[in-house]
């Protein structure tokens, strides 16, 4: 069983930046891809952002390009999202998801992952 856990979030004015943390834990594994992902209630989740087991591949939703960066930690089973500029639309729950099997590639599609995290609340005020 793996578990992951967000850390990172909160309030922050329009303009901001913050920088969530995701944590696995409980596996011994590797060659996993990781992204982030955000959902507002009665949407759809979404990929905000996605690397792939080296970090040598990302993907960026067009909405955070520019803005937002993934990264892997030098800790093994790290990952973070630097985010900057942040505008009141980017106010949503942001879930940190892990991909087993397939590490080589992005996986963007949240049917694609394997475990979640809880999620970790961002609030941009304007």
């Known amino acids: 069983q793996v578990q992951l856990v967000e850390s990172g979030g909160g309030l922050v004015q329009a303009g901001g930046s913050l920088r969530l943390s995701c944590a696995a834990s409980?596996?011994?594994?590797?060659?996993?891809?990781m992204g982030w992902f955000r959902q507002t209630p009665g949407k759809e989740r979404e990929c905000v952002a996605a690397?792939?087991?080296?970090?040598?591949?990302?993907y960026y939703a067009d909405s955070v390009k520019g803005r937002f960066v993934i990264s892997r930690g030098n800790v093994k089973n790290t990952v973070y999202l630097q985010m900057g500029t942040l505008k009141p639309e980017d106010t949503d729950v942001y879930y940190c998801?892990?991909?087993?099997?397939?590490?080589?590639?992005?996986?963007?599609?949240?049917?694609?992952?394997?475990?979640w995290g809880k999620g970790t609340l961002v609030t941009v005020s304007s």
């Open positions: 998801a892990l991909k087993l099997i397939g590490g080589t590639y992005i996986h963007t599609d949240p049917k694609d992952m394997d475990y």
């Open positions: 690397i792939n087991w080296n970090g040598g591949s990302t």
């Open positions: 409980g596996r011994t594994f590797s060659n996993y891809a």
